[in-house]
């Protein structure tokens, strides 16, 4: 880590952050660590935070948290934190699996966004990628009816596995289905980043996929 980051970490991290490993047995009590009951929005791999800080700071109302299991990103996070003095953001440092495999109860999820997560272009690595049924599946049950699943890449045939895995899942339901391919538009909110900006100048698509959790 850089000499701020590692700063940022020792000022703020027991304050704002938890390892996963070490959380206690069963649901993370949220309402208590944020101070106050509001809507949770969770952000899986939020990287070196730029999106994350971001979209956090335009959603007062809205607890956000962001769990990666990146150490410096993390720290960078909490840097970005302090300079936008966000009150409604927590980090999680782990694996988002055991996460929502043991500390997030069915339904409690307003919203969980995975922007940019890792392509694993390799054919013999796709097994490696993180939106695969089983955790869309995971995924899907911890969403409150009516609750959103956001994914982008910048990779085409992740993207074709992105929707072939949400479209099966029965839990879930394209709000897009009626625009060309069932990609959704890119919403203007979410904030332009270096993977996005790379793909454009490389002439790659980018891809927004959302669904939403249906009662069942
Ligand atoms: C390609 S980066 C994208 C970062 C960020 N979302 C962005 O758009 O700039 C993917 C991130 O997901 C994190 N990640 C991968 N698997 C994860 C998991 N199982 N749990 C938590 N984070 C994970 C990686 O550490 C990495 O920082």
Do not use: C
Not at 10 to 29: I, T
Not at 62 to 82: H, I, S, T
Request: proline content about 8%; hydrophobic content about 40%; glycine content about 8%.
């Amino acid at each position: 880590m850089t000499v701020g980051q590692t700063r940022a970490w020792e000022r703020r991290w027991d304050e704002l952050g938890k390892q996963v490993p070490q959380l206690p047995p069963g649901p993370l009590d949220l309402d208590s660590w944020f101070g106050r009951r509001a809507p949770i929005l969770l952000e899986i791999g939020s990287g070196m935070g730029e999106t994350t800080s971001q979209l956090a700071k335009v959603a007062p109302e809205l607890n956000y948290l962001a769990v990666e299991v990146y150490q410096p990103g993390l720290a960078q996070l909490l840097l970005r934190a302090e300079a936008l003095e966000l009150t409604n953001l927590r980090l999680l440092r782990g694996d988002a699996v055991v996460l929502f495999t043991e500390h997030l109860p069915a339904g409690s999820l307003a919203g969980v966004r995975i922007f940019f997560p890792d392509p694993w272009p390799k054919k013999k690595h796709h097994k490696r990628r993180l939106v695969q049924p089983e955790f869309v599946a995971l995924v899907a049950s911890r969403l409150a009816p009516g609750a959103t699943l956001h994914l982008a890449t910048d990779w085409a045939n992740y993207a074709e596995q992105m929707l072939a895995v949400l479209s099966a899942e029965p839990l879930l339901r394209n709000r897009h289905a009626d625009e060309p391919g069932g990609w959704a538009p890119r919403p203007e909110w979410r904030p332009v980043t270096k993977f996005e900006s790379r793909a454009r100048a490389e002439g790659r698509i980018n891809r927004d996929l959302i669904f939403e959790r249906v009662n069942g």
